[in-house]
């Protein structure tokens, strides 16, 4: 059988769950430093240059690479001849050098072999938890979205109208855009430019910035003394070790199902996404992650990392939770896949493409609205291919319209009015990465359970 599992709120989890966050001093130079500099405790934060030469996977099965193509072809010191699946590494014959976080060179040394790794540069700064005012923001807005699932849960149980189920879906989503933004508040650009138009001739450009003097008004800084003045934004660096934690969750995840070195005796990882991962279960996958998730929430009651929802249930942080199983899977790139379940009432499609909607209004029919869904325009796995076109649920196009500010009068509403954005929908074409395709079907697979 193959299951799809789902990191519980995974952004947010990262910013309660790990001290080392919290930038509290100046990033330092260390001399001379060594791997184990660079990889270090918990009081701090690192990142620098690292030197690579000849890497390859430990285990050649392992199917999810992590140094990306792109950023290595960037760092390149010489010619690369290099083996890439999907944007990502899996051997490379030469020398590059990339920029990344302690947490990124942890990751790559356990799913990598080298014959080389030099520390170019490596920077440390001492690091500390969220102040208590934030932790307990992101646990309002956390109780908040539980509080809505449960919601959309019960109407679906009660069997209520259709309508009822959207809007309270789209109450949920909401929460959710909220829960979310803050991290967002931690990964603002500290180096943006504003756009200036020249009134005369209309046109749009962008102001000359010092970075140096952005970077330090962006953290506050006064007289080279880390002093937060009363214009600084929430810390930066906590964004980027926000996603290095959240990216080694992930992959403590995927190393149940496909170790990084030895074989895959756990299972079988098909799609990994930022906080999901679809795989082929057995018993002692599914195992494993009891045992983990049991650790996570026994962890969460000590330290006091949880909420409690409006059914009086304890709600931890960091839980990897099983969302669906299916007999078939399909995936075309990234955010672009499709799996079939099998239910009493036969099998069931579902369908994720990023920029398709999930449903569109068809019309009215005694009183009340009829959708049909992507799914009912995909109709069966097989016809889940590139260059499918959405007719239906397709995205939407934007048209600019330049107007001078004028006063008009529309069916006796006298409004102001000028520029202008109409939104029209459109279709949306799923586009061709040149990438391998492959059905997996779990039923024909002996995977240890029924």
């Not at 829960?179 to 990964?187: D, R």
């Not at 005694?366 to 009912?376: L, N, Q, R, S, W």
Request: hydrophobic share 30%; aromatic share 12%.
């Amino acid at each position: 059988m193959g299951k799809h599992r789902d990191l519980r709120s995974s952004y947010p989890s990262s910013l309660r769950d790990h001290n080392n966050l919290y930038q509290v001093s100046r990033f330092e130079e260390v001399e001379d430093p060594t791997i184990e500099d660079f990889i270090n405790d918990n009081k701090t934060i690192s990142f620098g240059i690292v030197y690579f030469k000849n890497i390859r996977l430990k285990n050649p099965n392992f199917g999810f690479p992590y140094i990306s193509t792109d950023r290595m072809l960037q760092g390149a010191l010489s010619d690369l001849d290099y083996i890439s699946d999907n944007g990502r590494v899996l051997k490379c014959s030469g020398e590059f050098t990339l920029v990344i976080t302690d947490v990124d060179l942890e990751l790559i040394t356990r799913i990598y072999d080298a014959e080389k790794i030099d520390i170019n540069l490596c920077l440390t700064a001492e690091a500390a938890p969220l102040p208590k005012w934030e932790a307990d923001f992101i646990d309002e807005y956390f109780k908040k979205k539980s509080d809505y699932k449960n919601i959309v849960k019960d109407l679906e149980k009660a069997m209520a109208p259709e309508d009822d189920i959207f809007d309270a879906n789209n109450d949920l989503t909401k929460v959710k855009n909220m829960f979310n933004a803050i991290y967002g508040l931690h990964a603002q650009d500290p180096c943006k430019a504003m756009l200036i138009r020249d009134e005369e001739s209309d046109d749009i450009e962008e102001e000359e910035i010092d970075i140096s003097e952005e970077i330090d008004e962006y953290y506050g800084f006064r007289h080279n003394r880390f002093q937060k003045s009363s214009r600084g934004f929430l810390p930066y660096s906590v964004g980027v070790w926000c996603t290095a934690y959240s990216r080694r969750k992930i992959f403590s995840e995927i190393f149940i199902v496909c170790p990084p070195s030895g074989s895959n005796s756990a299972g079988r990882g098909l799609y990994v996404d930022t906080d999901s991962l679809f795989y082929m279960d057995n018993e002692a996958t599914e195992e494993l992650y009891k045992i983990d998730n049991q650790r996570c929430y026994d962890e969460a009651i000590k330290n006091g990392d949880y909420i409690t929802d409006n059914r009086g249930k304890i709600i931890n942080y960091n839980s990897f939770d099983e969302e669906d199983e299916f007999i078939r899977f399909k995936f075309l790139h990234s955010k672009c896949y499709a799996y079939e379940q099998k239910t009493q009432e036969g099998e069931k499609l579902k369908v994720t493409v990023a920029g398709v909607a999930a449903r569109k209004l068809k019309g009215m029919k005694d009183g009340k609205p009829e959708y049909i869904y992507k799914e009912e325009e995909v109709k069966t796995l097989e016809r889940f291919n590139d260059h499918f076109t959405f007719r239906e649920c397709g995205s939407t196009k934007s048209g600019y319209i330049k107007e001078e500010l004028q006063t008009v009068n529309i069916d006796g509403h006298v409004v102001e009015c000028g520029n202008a954005c109409i939104i029209t929908p459109t279709q949306k074409t799923i586009k061709d990465f040149g990438l391998k395709q492959k059905v997996y079907q779990f039923e024909k697979m002996n995977t240890g359970r029924a």
